[in-house]
């Protein structure tokens, strides 16, 4: 491993510099503006995995964006890794609130600052250098392949069908993928458990044109003031979703699980502060870190309606819209939690009104069991870079692919990130700290030379 | 009279060609990059009263956008008549749904089409072609003056501080006002009751960044979810405003005037149908045209937060924001109302957020006596040019300056508008029927032949 060490030491500066050509594509998936980026961004990635040594990288069209698909066959008979990466990122809104180019990377205060420079650009290249770091090192004993899709932040609608038609290529023993966050700097930890994902989007219309609200408030249902009630009935004073059949098959915590939970390291003083929040809220009945990892939960992420511009106008819109996602927990099937909203939605809006909701996307939730042979080669990789044993952390976030990849693939994944909190992602001024970068990649190769040294696959 | 018929009949189409140059200036009040405009169309406004046969015209400055003062003195002893009416419009969003250009007039199908064909160039210019028909034709009896302001759609800010700097200038005996609409073609009305206004913009803050929904989903408040809540909740299930105090002061109908206004010509099913809903709604125990007319109301004008981009993007926004208006009726003043309201916000908005509520602006309710000489004028003008006498009408629309004349000039006004429903001001294809802008004309030139001819002023 030292030698290892030393070559990323000696390497890091042009390892930054190979991601900084990344993070400058503005691969934003949701934006159609970006398409070209989307694909460039692609080509690019195929090219550096070769440059870092796989035997082969293609850039592979799906009904969407291209997945890079890359490997490095060592063995025919030795084990096989499958990494998994997305190259496409969030879109910047609002621009307004960014302090660097979201596209246009710098280093500042030890931390790469870019779209993507954790989510998923930064997390994903660690796992190209470690690629290199071995060949060079002359101390990779298995073989590698990576697919990187383009499609992650919108759902991942390509890959499953993309999975199914390359189940010989993809044969492999474990999916590593790194797209999440550690608990802290000082708590390393890995995801066990990632929730699924059901997102919509709701218009509701009243009268057939914008109205002036003088001559009209009052007596015409406002479509905005409709959603907002619609909105408000969809969490009770509980904090329980009122989806009639929402938590149907979800199992219940076990006390045992409770206290698990409880001692899980996670200060609720810190937290709030580092939001700029008095208190957190909730369903009834459960902390934050249940709150988040393991009970289901619904948000707006977006409604818009009316005059938004300056000044003032007084006007009954003939329309209202909200984008509302849903995240799922093992038990619930996101088709089903798609189609019970739409009926309820439906069902609660007022005769004034007509809606339309519009399933855009969901997944499935996951569970990784901790006694993995991959599980433990992980622990102990990261337990050697930290200096202790990561904890089992249940993520509230979505990687509706985990779940496609243990169906259409049969392969179980490790997700081992090294994002932290206030990366910010999705959000303005995302970044990543360098530190992360380096030990990730060191992480990586342990966890290659732990998991080949074992006995079983 | 058939002088000035003929007048009319002769000149219509340089008529219509005047008010179209006014037409094309985007004299957008609400929105800053118009402010040039704003200026050129009140020039644009005094060159046409001179060409019209005013003795002068000027643009006044004021503390926002300047207003035209014109007038005609025939006889210092004569009655003097004050035209209000405002050439700003209000913004044309959304943009894409305009069949034509907002500002390049058109007629199609009799009608002109244009942000401000209606409200309120197309029915001020008909006061100052009337100037003009009395002059050419040797009938004006009486002085007339204008005052045209530029600030009337983002809530008339400076013209009451300007009234008060020009008492002398401005003294008449009424003022006239053509900003209203009539109940039909065939059912001439005239407006004797106008609501007030309280314009206010809110903002609610949860974290203190834009969140990832699925990391943090289900523990923290999201401001989107929080402020519909919010609003769902100023109007109880039985349509009633849960604003303490709201309604103190306001007179309730007596059973008499319920009867008043069941006898008004209105039919629930064709303004159902015309605006393709299935039910009106609004407080229990009123009708609509008491609803819109005479009971005060709540409508959210605009709401916006989060991602409202193309696609998905799951994030818990930092802050949401919505633009509430209330229209007030005899009995509240809109600065309590601002106050009462902001307290109640302010009061409802749970731990886990902060709210900011901004009062824009507001204007008092006005009501107008029907046995006034002028009001006996304008109906019988009505009368001679529709053949029907006209409805007194509760508009639930607000003209706030209407209250400020009374209050700073003691003059009352006479709101005798020739819009029509279908006129959709304030929405996209505003637009005015020629058939309208020459009856309007004919209209107020028999008023002032009526009231000159009055003995009482």
Redesign the interface.
């Known amino acids: 491993m030292d030698k290892a060490k030393a070559y990323i030491d000696e390497h890091k500066e042009r390892f930054v510099g190979e991601l900084f050509e990344l993070l400058r594509i503005p691969s934003v998936?949701?934006?159609?503006v970006h398409a070209p980026d989307v694909v460039r961004c692609a080509e690019l990635l195929a090219g550096l995995l070769v440059r870092s040594g796989a035997d082969r990288a293609e850039v592979m069209p799906t009904e969407g964006n291209p997945i890079v698909y890359a490997e490095k066959i060592v063995d025919p008979a030795a084990k096989t890794v499958l990494v998994y990466g997305h190259y496409d990122v969030?879109?910047v809104?609002p621009p307004d609130r960014w302090e660097t180019d979201p596209f246009e990377p710098v280093v500042r205060d030890g931390r790469i600052r870019a779209r993507g420079a954790d989510d998923d650009k930064g997390q994903l290249y660690m796992h190209v250098k470690a690629l290199e770091t071995m060949l060079q090192t002359g101390t990779l004993a298995c073989n590698v392949k990576f697919m990187i899709e383009g499609e992650e932040?919108?759902?991942s609608g390509s890959i499953a069908r993309w999975c199914g038609l390359h189940r010989e290529l993809l044969r492999a023993d474990i999916i590593l993928v790194s797209d999440t966050?550690l608990l802290s700097w000082k708590v390393p930890s890995i995801t066990c458990g990632l929730?699924g994902?059901c997102?919509v989007e709701v218009e509701v219309t009243?009268?057939?044109?914008?109205?002036?609200?003088?001559?009209?408030?009052?007596?015409?249902?406002?479509p905005?003031?409709v959603?907002?009630?619609m909105?408000?009935?969809l969490?009770d004073a509980e904090g329980r979703i009122t989806i009639p059949g929402f938590y149907d098959g979800i199992r219940e915590l076990a006390p045992q699980e409770h206290r698990e939970f409880a001692a899980a390291p996670f200060c609720e003083a810190a937290y709030c502060k580092s939001?700029?929040?008095?208190?957190?809220?909730?369903?009834k009945g459960y902390t934050?870190l249940e709150?988040?990892g393991i009970?289901?939960?619904?948000?707006?992420?977006?409604?818009?309606?009316?005059?938004?511009?300056?000044?003032?106008?007084?006007?009954?819109?003939s329309s209202?819209?909200?984008?509302i996602?849903m995240?799922l927990v093992p038990g619930q099937d996101f088709h089903k939690i798609g189609e019970l909203f739409a009926a309820y939605f439906r069902d609660i809006a007022?005769?004034?009104?007509k809606v339309r909701v519009k399933v855009?996307?969901g997944g499935a939730p996951y569970v990784s069991p901790t006694d993995l042979p991959a599980y433990r080669a992980a622990s102990a990789a990261f337990e050697q870079t930290f200096g202790r044993k990561p904890v089992p952390f249940y993520?509230?976030?979505?990687i509706p692919v985990i779940s496609v990849f243990e169906k259409e693939l049969g392969v179980k994944s490790i997700l081992m990130g090294f994002g932290l909190?206030e990366d910010?992602?999705?959000?303005?001024n995302e970044s990543y700290p360098l530190a992360n970068f380096y030990r990730g990649i060191e992480t990586i190769v342990r966890f290659y030379a732990n998991y080949t040294a074992m006995e079983t696959a």
Chains 1, 2 share one sequence.
């Open positions: 998936s949701a934006q159609s969030m879109p809104d932040e919108i759902g966050s929730r994902l997102y009243g009268p057939n044109r914008d109205l002036h609200s003088g001559l009209y408030g009052g007596a015409v249902a406002n905005i003031n959603l907002s009630g909105i408000a009935s969490i939001l700029g929040i008095l208190e957190t809220q909730g369903e934050t709150r988040t009970r289901p939960s619904l948000d707006v992420n977006g409604i818009w309606g009316g005059y938004t511009g300056e000044g003032a106008k007084t006007v009954i819109p209202a819209y909200a984008k996602s995240r007022p005769r004034s009104v855009l996307h993520s509230g976030g979505s909190d910010a992602i999705h959000s303005p």
